[in-house]
């Protein structure tokens, strides 16, 4: 993970040694736009072999943004794109977009979803939520309700938590032996390089807020009236373990960050700031992935539509 504007170079890391998707487009600021985009989310990829640590990233990060308001224009700029790229996606049907949001609770999933796809055809991208697995899914493989829902050709979709939570709660509250859960991180890249080998492309974020901000977040859910619903005292139960989550998310994201499907770390305390850094990474890396509209019909102009 660099935090140096233009130092976008990957270092190569045990994971290298797939058939990876090009780079222009797991590193689509190589050929979109000059290659310094603003704001600038290369620095916030975690490159494969690197180890990031959490505690050195700042969540409230806000590069040169200032103020919500300057915000504003910069993120209808790229909710447009990723609107106009997805038409193109879904009308071309040759490959797919996944895209996964992992953080603590209130870290912002759900906002992120309704901000950043807010103008995108609901035809053409479905969001998977993934929460406690159900008695039949237990009875599968960790990886049999997820693959399910894995976007087909033309898709976008959208996993607020995802596989990862088989390396993430269930490691925290030892739901299973650290030997099973450990093999685990090898296995989810091996079948994630099979969803890019399938022309599925993956992006993924690790959406960052301070332990402060959880507090806030939670305090506003328990006084608000229109939001107490989202209220769970096993929120604080979960928070209550926020340093073991720190350190199983820092092994899942520095484990599982490759060439073919990268891991973003966002700051996350602004909202405003964390909507934008997503949306200009989703909106170039569907601009790298080109997808085109298919050829008309031949000869369609001199078709006579019958009254």
Known sequence: MSHDKGK???????????NNPPADITEPE???????????????RVDPGQRVRLKDVDPND?????????SFDDLAKQVERISGLQERLYAENKQSLLIVLQAMD?????????????????????????????????????LWRIHEKTPERGMIAIFNR????????VRVHDLVPKEVWKKRYDLINNWEQLLTESNTVIIKFYLHISRDEQKERLEARRDTPDKQWKFHTSDLAERAHWDDYMTAYEDAINKCSTDYAPWYVIPANKKWYRNLVIARTIADTLEAMNPQFPPPEENISDIVIPD
């Open 8 to 18: 976008h170079k990957k270092n190569k890391g045990k994971h290298n040694n797939h």
């Open 30 to 44: 190589k050929t979109v736009g000059d290659g310094s985009p603003d704001p600038d989310y290369p620095r916030y």
């Open 62 to 70: 806000t590069a040169h943004f200032k103020e919500k308001e300057d």
């Open 106 to 142: 209130t870290g912002g999933k759900d906002g992120t979803i309704r901000g950043v796809f807010d103008s995108v055809n609901p035809e053409g991208c479905q969001v998977w939520s993934f929460k406690a697995p159900t008695p039949e899914e237990l009875a599968h493989d960790f």
């Open 162 to 169: 995802s596989h990862y939570e088989d390396v993430l709660v």
